[in-house]
């Protein structure tokens, strides 16, 4: 983990040392069969390739998978190498037919790529699930490019057990700025309303996502993960694909935000990361979730396009951004 300096406004999530020892001793490790009780709600450190057999069959709701890219790259001293595209499909193979297995028959799988990885992902998983879209998401992070398009997007494969799924549509619609505020003939809006904070209407979400901000240095859900997930991306998913009480499952934890998530919305969830410090930054960010379960761009039950409110960008006004049923975290158990 990074020990830079940081500005006095700075909002990074980072471990002490005495974090790191305490959090290291709630953290999982299987080397056998397990039941859903043993591991709901926990983090194992371990290498998901090694672990994946060894999980629960039908024991999740939803599954949502953020590999490592097929790209040149380092994550806190470990190191990923590029290689050819036959090879990438087939270690995307090695685990993705071990999820099928693990999801309940209605269940849905959401796996992230970038432009180079994206056809790799969509030939392994319609080999064993149903590919239902391709969303692609604005990360708005990055320098320009001198010889080619500046990437600034990444795609996420939305796929399903079967053709008895779940998808809460009313739970994801967006609230968007009016531009051209029609009115019917009697002068009233149409499909718009006019509110304290200015004209808006509600719409469905589509599978282009331009509302999501980076996580960066003021954000409070900010780490120094370097490929971190906004919150809200995983608030979409979680709650148009799962009911509250659902297990979500995460082979590639990272910086905990899918657990993290799921927790503030009143899922279970079982996170596998091979890192141990980012294990450690989970449960930290696990046990700030119990205090503070705002979800930054999400507030009245509907997702505010980005930067449509002043306080969105700073993340102070905490109580605007706060979730919906508060009582579902106090009240979430698991049935055997």
Request: proline fraction near 4%; include cysteine; glycine fraction near 6%.
């Amino acid at each position: 983990m990074s020990d830079k300096p940081r500005a006095p406004r700075n909002r990074t999530i980072v471990l002490t040392e005495d974090e790191k020892r305490r959090y290291r001793r709630v953290l999982r490790e299987i080397r056998s069969r397990v039941k859903l009780a043993e591991v709901i709600d926990s983090t194992i450190c371990q290498d998901t390739l090694e672990i994946l057999d060894y999980l629960p069959s039908l024991a999740f709701d939803l599954v949502f998978a953020d590999p490592p890219y097929n790209l040149n790259k380092s994550f806190n001293g470990s190191t990923f190498s590029q290689v050819d595209i036959e090879q990438y499909e087939q270690w995307l193979d090695s685990w993705i037919s071990k999820l099928l297995r693990l999801l309940k028959p209605n269940g849905s799988i959401y796996v992230c790529g970038d432009w180079r990885s994206s056809t790799a992902i969509h030939r392994v998983l319609s080999k064993y699930f149903r590919v239902r879209n391709r969303i692609t998401w604005e990360r708005e992070k990055g320098r320009g490019a001198r010889s080619n398009w500046k990437n600034t997007c990444e795609d996420i494969w939305y796929a399903t057990v079967s053709e008895d799924y779940l998808f809460n549509v009313d739970a994801v619609k967006i609230k968007r700025r009016v531009i051209a505020p029609y009115t019917d003939s009697t002068g009233m809006p149409k499909d718009w309303e006019e509110t304290g904070e200015g004209r808006y209407r509600i719409t469905y979400p589509s599978n282009i996502w331009t509302d999501l901000t980076i996580p960066f240095w003021s954000m409070p859900e900010n780490t120094d993960h370097p490929t971190q997930k906004p919150e809200k991306l995983l608030a979409k998913i979680i709650l148009a694909s799962s009911n509250a009480g659902a297990v979500v499952f995460d082979p590639f934890l990272g910086s905990g935000t899918t657990s993290v998530v799921a927790r503030k919305l009143g899922r279970h969830y079982v996170g596998v990361e091979i890192d141990v410090d980012y294990c450690c930054l989970a449960e930290k960010r696990l046990e700030m979730a119990k205090r503070d379960r705002s979800i930054q761009g999400y507030t009245d039950g509907v997702f505010w396009e980005r930067n449509t409110l002043a306080d969105q960008g700073n993340g102070q006004s905490r109580k605007r951004f706060s979730t919906t049923q508060p009582s579902l975290f106090d009240e979430m158990r698991i049935a055997e």
